[in-house]
């Protein structure tokens, strides 16, 4: 047995040499495993010594960093071709792009007049400065790398692939960035409050939460203003007055991704149960009164036209019967009627919103309460057209009081 065993390990190392030597393609090949072979084995030790850096102050090889750049590079490009751009020099897109840059972008990327923070310049790569570097791309391959991040980079994919209309408004508010000085930054960002300062007046209605009242109401403000009306564009929905239950509601389907939002998500799973019932009973309180149905320009011409309200007025009152569309109002008013306290009043609520809404409801891509699937099987037969209507219709309807703190 171990003249048959010393007989084998001198027979290999021969055998194994006259392959590497001799002529013909069987040597040839013989000689390419054998070269590959011996990059494995070398890898292998390489790895096992623990001798390759993956120290984050180390940087990359200037062969390995322009390896991977060309590779994200061509990869995005190849992805991307023939991607329809939608427009994107809506002001209420512009500004729905901006909130959420403001506290899910900056920190790493900067901003007019805010430097990236010190632990994302010890990234390696380092993040880019959006503000100079995003000229770089075109629309298409900034959607696909805010929508699928970047393996390896810490680029995070959008939270809610399903809104990729949330993708767009970062798409238009970066296209923006490059223009924009730090005073008109900040009013994008932060509308009439600033990082620095709290906004609001004494937070009697947020005295069970369990963190500095003003801190939680200053984040919310920043989209839905300190009124609770959506900073005027249609790019965020009015809060004020609107049913405490259904905010609550809503806050915990965000929280549990039920709903879908990249940019509500976050922000509600961060929240108590003691803070979501605050902050629902104070937007209840709040009035909504103040501004006027404003919509983007896109909807500006049917909001004014007397025919789709009313063609809208008759599918919240009536329904589509032969459709089997219910009537709107029983569910969402304007009226006395008794509606389930988790089904959302919808009179003088943004046309624009509510036409996302529902084209959201009609693609799936919208969740909620366990009632949501009620509004998929509604919205499945609306027309774009009555989607409109229905809007316009809602836009100009006299908002409900306020209820009771």
Known sequence: MIRLLLGALAYWP???????????????????????????????????LGLPSIAANQPHWPVTRVFLEMVMTHTVRMRTLGKNVPPLDEPALVLKGAGHYATGCAPCHGAPGQPRSLIARQMLPTPPLLEKDVQNLDPAAMFWIVKHGLKYTAMPAWPAPKREDEVWAMVAFLKQLPELDPVEYRRLAYGDATPEAGIGRDGAFLSTLAMPPQTTLDNCARCHGDDGLGRGTGAFPKLAGQREAYLYASLQAFARGERHSGVMQPIAAGLSDAQMRALARHYASLANTGIGPVV????????????????????????????????CRHCHGPGAVARNSVYPDLAGQYADYLALQLELFQQGHRGGTAYAPIMHITAATLSADEIDALAAYYASAPSQPPAAP
Do not use: Q, Y
């Open 14 to 48: 021969r055998r194994a040499w006259r392959c590497l030597t001799e002529d013909g393609w069987k040597a040839a090949v013989c000689r390419v495993l054998g070269i590959a072979v011996a990059f494995g084995i070398g890898g292998l030790l390489f790895i096992a």
């Open 296 to 327: 983007g320009a896109a909807k500006l011409r049917t909001v004014a036209d007397p025919a789709a309200i009313a063609r809208g007025r008759t599918i919240a009152t009536d329904g589509i019967g032969e459709r089997r569309i219910p009537a």
